[in-house]
């Protein structure tokens, strides 16, 4: 893809360099109204219905959002071999201040892709302030924060081995750099949109976040803490809106022309790469539908689709469906 402007000073954070610090600030701003269309009114006229009865009996144990953090959630993957950074030509761009005095300022061999998150969180944040200006919503601006191997945040202790996350308490994307080489590499998801789908994800979570949604996703599950899991789970529903939210965002790219030939394959082959069933057929030999938190393949690429047809968060209600197999 190809951004019209470069994104300067763009949404972006380096803390590449930093091997410790508290992360993130404060909260994001007031909580907003549902611009999705009375997102969760489904689910929770449901709530005592068929649907509740099902999502409680699934159980199971989570991971990453123990912490209210939404992410990849690779680390049914952990112990993974970092794979090396392969260095990329690059102009300019030095390392911050504070970076690590082993590297050469002015010779980031990350520059590049540095400068392409920075475009691709700006450009999503500049879409969904127009989204939500045009429901009548003021949308605050996430940022996303570089870091490498581990990073403290709003929601505790992030790791590079989870993969990109969103932490709520922050309002701020994570991202280790090294995640791409992973994602080509391991998942076979090349290609710059396949990152900007992962980051454009991640942006979907904050939407979440503004519209309130996250805020009472985390109230039902408190209620009733296996809600969350299993295939028909919120964490499930969660993921997929994320996924369907990217799709829009994704839309809007190509309405602007700045997508390539390939750049949707790129993305659905990301979304098909890091589904459940993806993972964890690759790294535990078996499908365990029970364990789900981000939905399957099929159901990833599904919910991108429908947000990039059409181009309306209004189509991404993944609460209120039965059947998440649309
Ligand atoms: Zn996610």
New binding site residues.
Partial sequence: MEFEDPADPGDLIDRRGDTGGLGGGGGSGALLGAVLGGLLAGRRRRAGGGMGILIAVIVVVFVIRGCGA???DLSSMSGLNRLPQAPSASPGGGLPSGGDPGEVAGADPEAADVQFANAVVTDANNVWTDQFRSAGQRYSRTKIVLYRDAVNTGCGQGSASAGP??CPADSLVYLDLAFWNELSNRFGAGGDFARAYVIA??VG?HVQNELGISEQVRRLEADDPSAANGETGLSVRT?LQ?DCLAGVWAHTAYERRLLDTGDIDEALRAAQAVGDDTIQRSSVGRVRPDTFT?GTAHQRQQWFRRGYESGSSDRCDTFSVDDLDI
């Fill in positions: 939404a992410g990849f996350f969103y994800h991640e979570h993921e994320a981000h």
